[in-house]
């Protein structure tokens, strides 16, 4: 959006001003040859200048949304977690505003735990500790508390899991979000209550919400994750033939999804 391209600003105020300035003179010179007073010649300078930079953010927030919607359908429904990264790495260089960058950086953090560079996302999380210590409940906090509950996950540590889950769940339940938000981070939060319980092997008490989330997500990322929690699920319950089906599953739609390339890894090694 807009505020996304800060090295447009200058382009947008340059611009104006040029076509203010060109456009004031040509009214002038028509308007003085009508005898209309000088401040008419001003205020449709003025008004042009108005005008064309509506036009120009409006043009511009427009392809800005066309391009983060692009990037949002290769993450969530193409699982090309590289590409998306490098939409990422671009808009990176482009911004220098903190604000987006904060928001970038954690949209990054996201697509390296998806690719298996838990480092790299941790590094990341690490340099956002500080500013989401002492911020109040948004929407950035809320993805920044799940990826540090994902990160923890990925290393196997559950109770320093559960500690961010405490505070994940505080942040959730703020007042100050609205039902809306909530809405739509619950189910990521209950992801998280789920996956830390089949790390703890109980499948049989997480298998029938992993298997709602498959149905009920029209995403193929959702898709996915929910088959990689049902492979580790139907090993822990001695179920190796639907175990195998998740794993393919993986396989064929996971693209460069650290679970995907770790199925295709055991596969290999199985000589399937």
Known sequence: MFLYFKDLRIHFIVSSLLGGVVVGCVAYIIMRLLFVPVAACVLI???YMLLWTIFRRTMVERRGSERFMAATRLRM???RLQDYLHFYEI???QNK???RQRRILLNMSTGYLEIGEDAQAKAILDELTAYFAMHTANTNKIVYFDNMVTYYLHMRDLEAAKKVMVMYK???NDPALSRQIKAFHNPLYEDKEAWIKLLEGKADEVLDFYLDLLEA???QLTKVHAHDMLAIIYRQLNR???ALASKVYLIKYGGDLACAKRARLEMNNAGT
């Open 91 to 93: 808009l990176l260089s």
């Open 77 to 79: 429904d193409e699982c």
């Open 217 to 219: 997500s029209p995403h």
């Open 97 to 99: 505003e903190k604000r």
């Open 45 to 47: 300078a003025l008004s």
């Open 240 to 242: 190796p033939d639907l």
């Open 170 to 172: 505080q942040t959730l």
